[in-house]
């Protein structure tokens, strides 16, 4: 860590990730490594088949310099405008955005610009507005459809039974490049209920599958329940909390009408 990183930090950032962020955040993406090669044992799978994607909501672009100085180079942001802002400041640096969040038809001419993925596809309005921008600027956009597993109202996603029809649809939307299913379990303290909902996706990617064959991964599990999420097959773990500490703004702010944070709080002392 250089100099003018280190003197950087103000007294609120030094409350909320320590004096020395780059080293706090290398050792606990390496715990978390840990625990998903763990999980991976449990299953019989193989641990480098899991990418761990680092989410990055409510860090600040300033704090993000030493998580790209610890090796961090792939960022997961729910909101759009923030990811925007953020990447425009930290342009010098060669990170991967990866937007996790609903997403508003308005907002896709700024995502095109900078996006590496998107996994939270939920409607075809969304993929017609989605290929017309990304033909325009001639390029493709991986993308994970986003399903709604915990019949939760707050939850965004496609309804599962609509999942096929909106599957057979994606050859209509040549510069997406469908890899897979994410959702996001019912948040529960009750792990077989949140189980339910990755086996659920599951079932659901071998059915898509069969329609389209770029449909293979799982984008599935958070800083509370990625292990299980590792056990039903996830390929890829969103985790933010567990890498960057708890954070200030409450879930709901991104789930509406979300759930006491407690329950999917941080995984140290998670109940
Ligand atoms: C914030 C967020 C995560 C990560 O949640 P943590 O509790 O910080 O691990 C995963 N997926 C989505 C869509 C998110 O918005």
Known sequence: MTESMT????????????????????ANMQAVKDRIAAACLRCGRQSGDVRLLPVTKTVP???????????????GENKLQEARNKQEVLADLAIRWNIIGHLQTNKVKYLVR???????????????????????????????????????????GLHPEDLLSFVERLPD????????LMTLAIFSADTERVRVC???LRDLRDRA???????????????????????????????GQAIFGPRPTPDAFY????????INGDVENSS
């Open 7 to 26: 003197s950087d930090l103000s007294a609120e950032d030094i409350a909320r990730f320590g004096d020395k962020p780059a080293e706090a955040f290398a």
């Open 114 to 156: 900078f996006a590496s993925e998107f996994h939270a596809l939920d409607s075809l309005r969304l993929a017609k507005e989605l290929n017309s921008r990304l033909d325009a600027q001639g390029r493709d956009l991986d993308v994970f459809l986003q399903v709604n597993t915990s019949g939760e109202s707050s939850k965004y």
């Open 61 to 75: 672009a300033h704090i993000l310099r030493h998580a790209f100085a610890a090796g961090i180079t792939d960022f």
């Open 198 to 200: 990755f086996r659920l």
């Open 173 to 180: 939307y040549p510069r997406l490049k469908p890899r897979g």
């Open 255 to 262: 789930w509406p009408g979300a759930i006491p944070s407690s």
């Open 209 to 239: 599958a069969a329609v389209h064959p770029g449909l293979t991964q799982l984008s599935m599990g958070m800083s509370g329940d990625y292990e299980v999420a590792v056990e039903e097959g996830a390929d890829v773990v969103r985790v």
